[in-house]
Structure formats: structure tokens, C-alpha cells
């Protein structure tokens, strides 16, 4: 199966920094990005939709200025969490499709970064 | 936004026994994907049914679908410890929006 790398894994970050994180397509390419936010227990909540070569699609209460997305090749996404605070603390995920592959197929996920902003 | 809810919300069983999770959704599909997670890991997929299909298998996976209902299940037979984990749907294609999940703890 393909193989989606996603770095770091874990981060701790002081109040007021920013944060990156990567998501790499490893042996396949992905028009098409997207990121995730998970609570604890809880669901995964889409928070934007990466376009390769174009501005991100945000989900409706994400703000774009904080969870800035760039996409600049096709094998990779960034998030950036700008100015944490500790209500950002949360695990990060990020998914791809293969590039050309229609809807009817399957995302494959990286293994998600957990975010404690201190 | 999330387009499933799933129950139970949580599911203990004993190994050997069978675990079955529903999910239930809003609006219309072309396909539902059902994925497992690990804790503190990404998802994986297990299956994905289409919405002209009713029934589908894979290993000890059973998916059924409902469009009338809105409704799929997911069975797993003679499960496993090793299948502990949650267990999430997932509907509209090109975003992939997750249901609530069903956490699944198997005793050996």
C-alpha cells in the first residue's frame, strides 16, 4: 500500500511559537491533501483541503491565519500552527489520495503528530 | 462538520465473540469507507462499499449498506485482541468526513 510519512510525530512548543508540521506522500503522488484535528476520544475533524499548487480550502470555524496549509509539491503538505496556545494542543493528521484516482478509493493516513503547546 | 454517527460508542467483548459497530448518515454517498485506529496512531482502511452495493467481505470483515436507511454496519467475526481499536465510517468522497467512531476493546 502507499505510504503516507507524516513528521514529527510528537512536539512540545512553548506558548506563542509556531509549529511545523510535514506530510509526505512517499511513493505516490497527491493532488490532494488533507488535514485533520483529533480530541481525545473523540472523532477526526476535517479542518482543510490542500490543492497542490493552490490556496487551501478551509473548513468552516478554521482559521486560515492560524493554521496556515501550503502545498507545494505533489508529495507534500505543511501545516503551520502559528502563535500556539494551549487550546491547540491536539493530534494532527493528515491524509492523501493518489493523484488521478477518482473518489472512489482509499485515503491513506499518516501516523499523526501530537501537539502539547505549554 | 461530521456526516456519521456511529454506535455503539464503545464495545467490550471477549476474544472469539463476534463485534458489530452501525454508522448511520446525513446525505447521500457514492461510497462509505470504513477505517480502524490504533491509539495515538493514523487510520488505516479496512473496505469500502459503494452505494450500489449491499453487501460486502474482506477476511473476517463483513460491511453491509443501507442507502435507504443511510445506514452500514461492520461486522468482525471471531475477533481478536489485536482488533482493539476504534472504528470510524467515513462518507462524502471528496473530503472524507468521519463518524463519531465506535471503540472496540476485545479481551483475550
Known amino acids: 500500500g502507499a505510504v503516507v510519512s507524516q513528521h514529527p510525530s510528537r512536539v512540545i512548543c512553548k506558548s506563542g511559537t509556531s509549529v511545523k508540521i510535514e506530510c509526505r506522500s512517499l511513493?505516490?503522488?497527491?493532488?490532494?491533501m488533507f488535514w485533520y484535528r483529533q480530541f481525545p476520544k473523540q472523532s477526526l475533524m476535517l479542518m482543510a483541503t490542500s490543492n497542490e499548487g493552490s490556496k487551501a480550502t478551509y473548513e468552516q470555524g478554521v482559521e486560515k491565519d492560524k493554521f496556515l496549509i501550503n502545498h507545494a509539491s505533489l508529495t507534500l503538505s505543511t501545516l503551520t500552527v502559528t502563535s500556539a496556545h494551549p487550546e491547540d494542543s491536539s493530534f494532527y493528521i493528515c491524509s492523501a489520495r493518489r493523484r488521478g484516482s477518482s473518489s472512489n478509493t482509499e485515503a491513506f493516513f499518516g501516523q499523526g503528530t501530537r501537539l502539547t503547546v505549554v | 462538520s461530521q456526516q456519521g454517527e456511529e454506535d455503539p460508542q464503545a464495545l467490550s467483548i471477549q476474544e472469539g465473540e463476534n463485534a458489530t459497530m452501525n454508522c448511520s448518515y446525513k446525505t447521500s454517498i457514492n461510497n462509505l469507507q470504513w477505517y480502524r485506529q490504533n491509539s495515538g496512531r493514523g487510520l488505516v482502511h479496512l473496505i469500502l462499499?459503494?452505494?450500489?452495493?449491499r453487501e460486502k467481505h474482506s477476511g473476517r470483515l463483513r460491511v453491509t449498506l443501507d442507502t435507504s436507511k443511510k445506514s452500514s454496519s461492520l461486522l468482525i467475526t471471531a475477533s481478536r485482541a489485536a482488533d482493539t481499536a476504534s472504528y470510524f465510517c467515513a462518507t462524502d468522497p471528496d473530503k472524507l468526513i468521519f463518524g463519531t467512531g465506535t471503540r472496540l476493546q476485545v479481551f483475550p
Open positions: 511513493d505516490f503522488q497527491a493532488t490532494t
Open positions: 462499499i459503494r452505494s450500489n452495493e
